[in-house]
């Protein structure tokens, strides 16, 4: 029962944040939604320990979606030259995979994902 909650989780995951990407910019990449079905697991697995607050789930959530992003967009933009997204322009970039503006506004998408995904555990745990 837990691998299909986990299943569940990642392709909510994968779809949500595709579809945010499709939204935002008009276009996303198969390999985001690989990324957005990963976090949503970890944000998943996160929100539903007992000792852990939003506040300590979203700093995580950030500190993880961040690192996620750096590996990712290396292997996406710099080794498969895909050019997937491009930081490059935005201030304190690293090799224009990660900015601390996205950051903080990774910090901020944990904060509905850490709703959704206690919903979530509420509902498969009746």
Not at 37 to 43: D, F, Q, R
Not at 80 to 96: A, C, R
Request: charged share 10%; net charge positive.
């Amino acid at each position: 029962m837990k691998y299909s909650r986990y299943l569940f989780v990642f392709l909510m995951g994968f779809f949500i944040y595709s579809f945010l990407e499709v939204a935002g910019r008009g276009y996303t990449h198969w390999t985001m939604g690989l990324t957005g079905g990963i976090v949503l697991m970890v944000i998943y697995t996160l929100s539903n320990r007992p000792a852990t607050s939003l506040i300590k789930t979203c700093l995580t959530g950030a500190a993880f979606i961040t690192c996620l992003e750096f590996a990712v967009g290396v292997f996406d933009n710099i080794i498969m030259d895909w050019h997937v997204w491009d930081y490059s322009g935005l201030p304190m970039n690293i090799l224009g995979q990660i900015c601390p503006l996205f950051s903080m506004l990774w910090f901020m998408l944990c904060i509905p994902a850490y709703f959704l995904c206690r919903g979530i555990h509420r509902r498969f745990s009746r």
